[in-house]
């Protein structure tokens, strides 16, 4: 199975739209925006859980990069609300469940060589540092050329005029956000390949989940 794994093209998904197809486990449902390979392979989707659903251990082989939409994502090791930020590296692994129900944002078998680290982070009580007006961002996670933050626009905002040299992915969490090439609402997940340019904005304000540095050049 091969879902936009051809990493010089701009891609953009509106998953209040797109399909969701089943999981091997009952009550787990998928939406893939990118995709190589079977369960162990190359993933970005998002994954809900129907209240009381369970998936069977797994390893995480090139390492799990999660962030909680809604509800509580569960496993042996705690409870995560939403608006945790998870980083499960390569060699752990767990038995995933959820009492209530949950919808995640997941990327599978992307940790770059040589990074371990095992993250939690709750985005709802981060930071958010000014970096232009109407425009903040809250760190998550940094590693060598590759970094992970949430950006927020106040209505009206618009960004500099930036390359994305190493690409760039953006999820939109929250609001509508806009750029050269279109306006994405809340949902939308968009790829931005190595070399590719914009000036975002938004008219009524959006928090994004943004992701730099970590596709190959073009």
Not at 185 to 212: C, Q, Y
Request: with cysteine; net charge negative; hydrophobic share 35%.
């Amino acid at each position: 199975m091969s879902v936009n794994m051809d990493f010089g093209q701009w891609v953009r998904c509106d998953t209040r739209a797109a399909a969701w197809q089943t999981s091997p486990a009952d009550g787990v449902e998928r939406c893939p925006l990118e995709r190589q390979g079977g369960e162990s392979g190359h993933a970005t989707s998002l994954v809900r859980f129907r209240p009381g659903a369970t998936f069977p251990r797994h390893a995480h082989p090139g390492g799990e990069e999660l962030l909680i939409l809604d509800g509580v994502f569960s496993d042996e090791h705690g409870d995560y609300p939403t608006g945790i930020y998870l980083r499960n590296p390569s060699g752990t692994s767990h038995a995933p469940f959820t009492r209530e129900g949950c919808t995640l944002f997941v990327k599978l078998c992307q940790f770059a060589a040589g990074d371990h680290s095992e993250i939690r982070i709750d985005i709802t009580t981060g930071a958010f540092t000014p970096v232009s007006p109407g425009v903040s961002k809250q760190a998550l996670y940094r590693f060598g050329d590759q970094h992970t933050h949430l950006t927020r626009f106040a209505p009206g905002a618009t960004a500099e005029h930036h390359v994305h040299v190493g690409g760039e992915e953006v999820f939109v969490i929250e609001g509508t956000w806009q750029d050269d090439r279109g306006t994405y609402p809340a949902g939308t997940w968009v790829r931005f390949p190595d070399g590719s340019d914009h000036t975002p904005h938004s008219a009524e304000g959006a928090l994004l989940f943004v992701k730099r540095g970590h596709l190959p050049p073009a």
